[in-house]
Every structure is written in C-alpha cells, then in structure tokens.
C-alpha cells in the first residue's frame, strides 16, 4: 500500500468537503443556528424549572450530544449526497478510489466541524447556564466527544448505504436519523423511563453508554457499571458492520444500475 497516494486521495475528500463548506454561506449558518437554537432553548428551561447544577448539567449533556453528531454527521452524509444531488455520483466511483477514502476524507471534516460546535456550545453551556464541568474534568470531556464522533459516523455509514439503495428517496434520513437516535438514548431523560421493549433497544446504542459515562459524574450511575467500554465495544461492531453494509450497497447499485439512475 502506497501510503502518500492513499493519504491523497482521502485528502481530497476532505479538501472538497471544506471547500463545499467554505462557499455556502447556508453549511455555515446551520453550523451555528440550530445548535444555538437548540441549547438555548433548553438552557432557559431548565431555569424555567428551576432545576439543581447536577439536573442542568444532565440535560444540557443531552443538547450538546444531539446538536454535536447532527452537525458531525451531516459532513458524511453529504460526502455522496452533494453526488446525487448533482447527478455525478458515477463519476466519483470511476476514479480509482475506494469507500474508505470517501468517509475519512469527509470525516475529518466533520470532526471539524463537530468539534467547533461541541466547544462552542460548552463555553456557552457553562458561562451562561452554570454547566459544571469542573466534576469531570476535561479528560471525560474529551472522551465523551469521541464517543459522539464514532455515533456520527455510525449514522453517517447508515445514511449512505440507504442513499446508494433507495436512492432520493433515502434523503430525508440525513437529517431524521440523529433525532431517533438521541430519542432512544436518552437525550433529555434516563433510559429507564422508556418501555422495556424500548429500554432493551436503547441499550444496544452506543449513544446511550457515552451518554450515561458523561452523566455518571454528576451523580447519576450507570446501570451496566462500564458505560464506556461498552459503547467503545458497540461501536466498533457498529463501524465495523456499517462499512462492510456500506460496501454491499455500493455493489447493488452498481448491479441495479442505481448510480446511472442518479447521475447524467
């Protein structure tokens, strides 16, 4: 394996995805708006309601997940939507490049992106709503980022094996898949409220578990005991299958004919 080439060709990827960002003024808007949207209506809630340093700082972990993989997500998902929505996906896979060139490429960019708004919204969440962050210091804090980055490309490796299958049709999941994700999870509330049928599901995520090792040092305990290892052990299997699902895909298409059908 050629190491440079291989880095080249991700990079470019990745240089397309900033550019992309960098000239629509809109990729930029939604960066901020909705995450700001979304933290500041919570955050006034909570004062609303009164609640304790610990309860504020359990909800607003929940803002800071959904806005966060949103934002992180999207970046992989539009690494083949942008494709479709210029009907060019076929020209993309006639270069000599591969599915993981494609997805690291984008990621990191999302991983950009993520992380501005992840410390964006934290600075906010402690200066003007007292998050404290002082309990778990920045070391959980940073761990608990990566745990939404590996969500994010879960949902993203999720998102584009549905656009290569059902093709226009599939679009809609970008932007719905975060929010059933975080609804499962616990986004707002522990899991426990939910059915046990929907308890059981919420379990095998592996949002749940980050989100639940974040929350455990504000006095709120894990059921399971290791929340973090069993996300990482989640996500791995996660990542692992949605690449391999992802590559299946690109190959039905090609046999379906749905990359000429999305492209001129």
């Known amino acids: 394996m050629n190491l440079p080439v291989e880095f080249s060709k991700s990079f470019a990827f990745a240089a397309r995805a900033m550019i992309m960002n960098r000239r629509n003024v809109f990729a930029v808007f939604e960066m901020f708006f909705w995450p700001l949207i979304g933290l500041f209506s919570v955050g006034f809630l909570t004062r609303f309601l009164q609640l304790d340093s610990g309860a504020v700082s359990f909800v607003l972990t929940g803002a800071l997940a959904m806005n966060t993989i949103q934002i992180a997500q999207l970046d992989i998902s539009y690494s083949l939507l942008y494709d479709v929505w210029s009907k060019c996906l076929k020209h993309e896979f006639i270069a000599p490049i591969r599915l993981g060139h494609v997805i690291l490429g984008a990621g990191v960019v999302g991983l950009a992106r993520g992380l ?8 906010l969440a402690v200066y003007i709503f007292a998050m404290d962050l002082t309990t778990p210091g ?8 990566f745990g939404l980055f590996l969500m994010a490309a879960i949902e993203g490796a999720l998102v584009l094996s549905l656009v290569l299958t059902f093709g226009h049709r599939a679009e809609v999941t970008a932007w ?41 040092f504000y ?3 894990a059921p ?16 692992t299958v949605g690449y391999a699902l992802l590559a299946f895909c690109l190959r039905l298409s090609r046999r379906r004919g749905i990359l000429l059908k999305l492209s001129e």
């Open 224 to 239: 399971g005991g290791h929340p973090l290892l069993l996300g990482l052990l989640l996500s791995a299997v996660y990542l």
């Open 219 to 221: 006095g709120f305990p």
């Open 116 to 123: 501005i708004v992840f410390a964006v919204m934290t600075v």
């Open 176 to 216: 719905a898949i975060s929010y059933l994700v975080l609804l499962l999870s616990g986004m707002y509330y522990p899991v426990s409220l939910l059915p046990p049928g929907v308890e059981t599901l919420a379990r095998a995520i592996p949002l749940t578990h980050f989100l639940e090792y974040f929350r455990s």
């Open 138 to 145: 920045l070391v959980p804090l940073a761990i608990f980022f």
